[in-house]
């Protein structure tokens, strides 16, 4: 189980976020790639909250695919290329979240590896090993993946195409 650490000593934030994630022994951690608002065939999510949702939906399928939940991830930093995007992509990442929270931070950069890029998500999971002797039996659907599927119920992959012209 995670444990958060937000002292008292420091200014309590109004954001979504906690100011430390500890991962006690003994965990399987997991490092997750910067994510961005590609399709699984290479198009590009066009504008910023369909490449903010699309990178989030990227984002989660590593998640599941290493057998972990929302509720597993530790740190979330999100690199964006501008700075009217930042409210779009809190309110695309809590409703990602739901109620979870993580250590999490938001960066405005230059640019990206691909100029079309507007964001890049990374993250850090973690699940302590008993649990997950305990919890992660057979498998049907992952809870990441049962999230996602959820989550994918407000959109189409269409919505992320370009249009054909």
């Not at 972990?68 to 309110?91: I, N």
Request: proline share 5%; charged share 20%; no cysteine.
């Amino acid at each position: 189980m995670l444990k958060t650490h937000n002292p008292a000593s420091l200014s309590a934030s109004n954001l979504r976020h906690h100011h430390g994630v500890e991962v006690p022994y003994p965990a399987n951690i997991v490092f997750i790639s910067g994510q961005v608002g590609v399709k699984s065939d290479g198009r590009l999510a066009e504008g910023p909250r369909p490449q903010i949702e699309m990178a989030w939906r990227n984002l989660l399928s590593v998640l599941d695919a290493a057998g972990m939940v929302p509720g597993d991830l530790v740190k979330v930093t999100a690199y964006l290329t501008r700075m009217q995007d930042v409210e779009v992509y809190r309110s695309v990442r809590d409703e990602v979240l739901g109620d979870v929270t993580t250590a999490s931070t938001v960066l405005i950069v230059a640019g990206l590896s691909n100029p079309s890029f507007l964001v890049e998500i990374e993250a850090y999971a973690a699940v302590h090993i008993p649990e997950a002797a305990n919890n992660r039996g057979g498998r049907q659907m992952g809870r990441a993946e049962a999230a996602l599927a959820d989550f994918g119920k407000n959109f189409s992959d269409e919505d992320y195409l370009p249009e054909e012209g």
